[in-house]
């Protein structure tokens, strides 16, 4: 059961699909844009490369429940 649920999530977010759970949350895919970073110790300059990340934004009644 628990498989399935999650093999059925994944193929949404494979689609940009967003998932929304009811007095929970949503979860959505977002692109992250390549950018340039610095390591802090030997100061050498990087190219961080565009990826997808998995997003989680708590529903407003989450959100109340732990203040």
Known sequence: ???????????????????????????EVRKKSERISVNPVSKQRLLVPPKLVLTFRPSNMLKDKFK
């Open 1 to 27: 059961m628990i498989f399935t649920l999650t093999q059925m999530m994944t193929d949404k977010w494979q689609n940009n699909d967003s998932i929304a759970i009811q007095n929970f949350g949503s979860f």
